[in-house]
């Protein structure tokens, strides 16, 4: 297709996500918690991980270790013991009792609500940031970019060949979307992801944005 001008790329986001709030209005959460640490654990146990294979540990978990100060004081043995059935459960669990310890003795027990703040989180990085920064504080910095937001991106060419990384695929994101867009995004996409834009065999021929889509007219 040709080489499509920035305010005609503006205004097909735009449709699309007119179209993802008809059909998923904010979007939801896969993941079960009460409080914005047991999110920010709970998105740390999802890196590699499905949200369905997370909320089956975290009951347990959270049972045992319900709030920061809780966590910073358990053996890291115990909690790999409660997650061993997800991946990387021994770096998932020496980071979770390391980012409890954190909270405690720099951020008085609370998340901050500061996107470069939860970075020096141990096992934040900035998609488990923004996450937490949209779904429990709905104060979006930015979209969060997992595996379902950065192939609809790059299908839906709103993100070009050379945005390689989540990174970059997360600027091309920003520069398209008003702020006001950040907050749902990534819970509309990983739905979308799930149920039409799939890996494999994508749903194109029933998906409710395929007039929108570069790669369906290919």
Not at 151 to 173: C, N, V
Request: proline share 6%; aromatic share 8%; net charge neutral.
């Amino acid at each position: 297709m040709p080489r499509e001008l920035k305010a005609d790329k503006i205004a097909r986001a735009a449709k699309i996500e007119a179209r993802m709030f008809e059909h998923y209005g904010e979007g939801a959460c896969s993941l079960d918690y009460l409080t914005p640490f047991q999110l920010t654990v709970a998105v740390v146990l999802s890196a590699q991980c499905t949200d369905a294979a997370v909320n089956k540990v975290t009951p347990a978990l959270f049972a045992a270790y319900p709030t920061p100060a809780a966590m910073a004081s358990a053996r890291v043995e115990d909690v790999e013991e409660i997650i061993h059935s997800l991946g990387f459960f021994r770096a998932k669990a020496k980071n979770l009792v390391a980012l409890a310890q954190t909270l405690l003795a720099e951020f008085g027990g609370e998340v901050p609500n500061d996107l470069e703040l939860l970075q020096k989180l141990p096992g934040v990085g900035r998609k488990t940031a923004n996450v937490v920064m949209c779904e429990a504080f709905r104060n979006p910095q930015g979209i969060a970019v997992d595996t379902h937001v950065f192939r609809i991106a790059h299908r839906l060419k709103l993100a070009g060949p050379s945005a390689d990384t989540p990174a970059k695929t997360e600027q091309a994101l920003l520069r398209v979307y008003p702020q006001s867009d950040w907050l749902y995004i990534n819970h509309q996409w990983v739905h979308f992801g799930r149920d039409f834009c799939r890996a494999q065999r994508p749903k194109c021929a029933d998906c409710f944005i395929q007039d929108l889509c570069p790669s369906f007219a290919e």
